[in-house]
């Protein structure tokens, strides 16, 4: 188990618990604990409403150039942007810090 802070649109801390041997990613851990991510593309890459600032320094993979290209076309990108849909939980990850970004709509 690890635990992941994601901090939601009204700046409320959130510890997320969460195993890592069931290959899930950032936004489908922020669905099931209920938090305002659509995630309405399923992890595709393809929408950016599962866009997140990450605030601590865990070594993350590289955006894959379809994660570069939607968060070009996204709202609120800063130096670090990524897309929930595209960060897989490992071991690793124990301890990261997130913030949603603010909801284009």
């Known amino acids: 188990m690890i635990t992941i802070?994601?901090?939601?649109?009204?700046d409320q801390p959130h510890a997320l618990e969460t195993?890592?041997?069931?290959?899930?990613?950032?936004?489908?851990?922020?669905k099931s604990y209920e938090l305002?991510?659509?995630?309405?593309c399923g992890g595709m890459a393809l929408c950016?409403?599962?866009?997140?600032?990450?605030?601590?320094?865990?070594p993350l993979p590289e955006a894959s150039e379809d994660e570069h290209a939607m968060l070009d076309?996204?709202?609120?990108?800063?130096?670090?942007s990524r897309l929930g849909c595209q960060i897989r939980l490992t071991?690793?990850?124990d301890g990261l810090s997130v913030k949603l970004a603010p909801d284009a709509e």
């Open 5 to 10: 802070t994601v901090i939601d649109r009204e």
């Open 19 to 30: 195993p890592t041997d069931m290959g899930l990613n950032l936004m489908e851990l922020c």
């Open 36 to 40: 305002p991510v659509k995630g309405t």
């Open 48 to 58: 950016a409403s599962c866009h997140v600032y990450v605030l601590s320094e865990h």
């Open 73 to 80: 076309q996204a709202f609120f990108v800063q130096n670090n």
């Open 91 to 93: 071991d690793e990850l």
